[in-house]
C-alpha cells in the first residue's frame, strides 16, 4: 500500500485510462436511475399500455416512424418535444413510455417531461428494436 503513490507516478496515463473507464461504467450503470427515467422492456409497456392507459411516445424522426412503429404510439420527434408540450398536457398523470432509436434521446427527452412536471416516465428499453425481437405487432398506418 506504501508504494501505491509511487505506482500511480509512474503509469499515470495506465492510471487515468482505468479512471476514465470505471466512470463511463458507473455512468452506464446509474445513468437512467439518475435522471428518473426507469427502462422497462416490451412486455411491461403492454402491461402499461393495457392497464393503466399509458402514452406511447415515439421520439423518432416521422420518416422512421412512417417505416413501422408500435401500434398505440404518438409520434412526436425529439426534436420538437420542447415546443410540443402543450399537446401532452393531459397525460400527466398518466404513464408515459418513450421510445427511440438511441437511448440518449430517451433520457433527453425523459428529463424535459420531468422538468415539466410529469410523473411517471418510462423508456422501452433497447426501443423499437427490442419490441420487435419479442416478436410484438408493428404497424405503418
Known amino acids: 500500500m506504501e508504494r501505491l503513490p509511487e505506482f500511480i507516478a509512474n503509469h499515470l496515463g495506465l492510471v487515468s485510462l482505468f479512471i476514465a473507464v470505471l466512470a463511463l461504467l458507473l455512468w452506464n450503470i446509474f445513468g437512467s436511475s439518475l435522471s ?16 393503466e392507459k399509458a402514452l406511447l411516445l415515439d421520439l423518432r424522426t ?13 409520434n412526436i420527434p425529439a426534436t420538437e418535444l420542447e415546443s410540443r408540450q402543450k399537446e401532452l398536457k393531459k397525460y400527466k ?19 424535459i417531461l420531468k422538468f415539466a412536471g410529469y ?5 422501452l428499453k ?16
Open 36 to 51: 428518473g427515467l426507469s427502462k422497462i422492456g416490451p412486455a411491461e409497456v403492454t402491461r402499461l399500455l393495457n392497464h
Open 62 to 74: 416521422t420518416v422512421e416512424f412512417s417505416s413501422g412503429h408500435i401500434l398505440s404510439a404518438r
Open 93 to 111: 398523470t398518466n404513464p408515459i413510455i418513450l421510445c427511440c432509436a438511441r437511448d440518449a434521446e430517451g433520457i433527453k427527452a425523459g428529463r
Open 119 to 123: 410523473e411517471k416516465i418510462y423508456s
Open 126 to 141: 433497447g426501443g423499437l428494436e427490442s419490441w420487435r425481437n419479442a416478436n410484438l405487432p408493428v404497424t405503418r398506418e
